[in-house]
């Protein structure tokens, strides 16, 4: 691994051992996210886990997240795991604003997951 994703995994470590509490709410108020701040401004990549035993929290969490990597980091590229027909649905509606392709996934995946990618397409319309 190269120092800078050591340096991530470790900032990363440390939060669960800091006690910080951390604004979830999908809002502007980052209280929390700074822990952020301390990985090397040469990462380009940022990891994330989850448990699957808790869909509405790594949604939000994950959602929070790249909102304050986006304002602080600009970031504007997230990759995440899923099959190709899910992914073609999902870019459909947010790259290209086709919001018909939320109904459609609707039929076939967890009501939270729909609205995460529908707040998604949301924000995304709000960027130059």
């Known amino acids: 691994m190269t120092p800078v994703l050591l340096a991530l995994l470790a900032t990363c470590a440390s939060v669960l051992t800091a006690q910080t509490t951390l604004n979830i709410d999908i809002d502007n108020d ?8 301390k990985v090397p401004d040469s990462a380009r990549v940022f990891l994330a886990g989850e448990n699957h035993a808790y869909r509405n929290f790594n949604n939000e969490i994950k959602e929070k997240t790249l909102r304050y990597l986006h304002a602080h980091r600009d970031v504007r590229l ?15 509606g947010l790259i290209h604003g086709d919001s018909t392709m939320f109904d459609v996934m609707s039929d076939f995946s967890w009501e939270e997951d729909v609205d995460q990618y529908r707040r998604l397409a949301a924000f995304n319309d709000t960027l130059p």
């Open 78 to 92: 997230w990759i995440s795991e899923m099959g190709a027909g899910r992914a073609y649905l999902i870019n459909q």
């Open 30 to 37: 980052f209280s929390g996210f700074e822990y952020l701040d």
